[in-house]
Nanobody
Framework: VQLQASGGGLVQAGGSLRLSCAAS????????MGWFRQAPGKEREFVAA???????YYTDSVKGRFTISRDNAKNTVYLRMNSLKPEDTAVYFC?????????????????WGQGTLVTVSS
C-alpha cells in the first residue's frame, strides 16, 4: 500500500483545512487508517483514526474540532480540521495498518504517507 497525503498549508488561527490521504491498492477497506502529527522537536503523536469497521477515535486536544472520514470507493481518508490553533502546527502523516491493537501507537501501523505540513499562524 502506498499513501499520498495532501492538503496542508498555511492558515490563520481559527481557520480550516482538509487533509486527504489517497491509498493505492484494492484492499483499502481492510485497513485501519490513522492520522498522526509531528511538531519540530517533538515525537510523533496520534491525532485520529478510522478503523475498517468505521469506528473513529480522536486525541483529546482535537475532539470537537477535527473529523476523520474515509471513502472506501475512492481509497481515501480525510481529516477535516476546524478551529485550528497554533499548537496544531506540525507535519501530518497518514498511516494504514492491519490488525492494529493499539490505535494510538505508531508502531502498529504498517504503511506511512510522506507527510504534509500544516502551519497555523496566530
Amino acid at each position: 500500500v502506498q499513501l499520498q497525503a495532501s492538503g496542508g498549508g498555511l492558515v490563520q488561527a481559527g481557520g480550516s483545512l482538509r487533509l486527504s490521504c489517497a491509498a493505492s491498492g484494492r484492499t483499502f477497506s481492510s485497513y485501519d487508517m490513522g492520522w498522526f502529527r509531528q511538531a519540530p522537536g517533538k515525537e510523533r503523536e496520534f491525532v485520529a483514526a478510522n478503523t475498517l469497521s468505521g469506528i473513529t477515535y480522536y486525541t483529546d486536544s482535537v475532539k470537537g474540532r477535527f473529523t476523520i472520514s474515509r471513502d472506501n470507493a475512492k481509497n481515501t481518508v480525510y481529516l477535516r480540521m476546524n478551529s485550528l490553533k497554533p499548537e496544531d502546527t506540525a507535519v501530518y502523516f497518514c498511516a494504514a495498518g492491519r490488525s492494529v491493537r493499539t490505535i494510538t501507537a505508531p508502531a502498529w501501523y504498517d504503511y506511512w504517507g510522506q507527510g504534509t505540513l500544516v502551519t497555523v499562524s496566530s
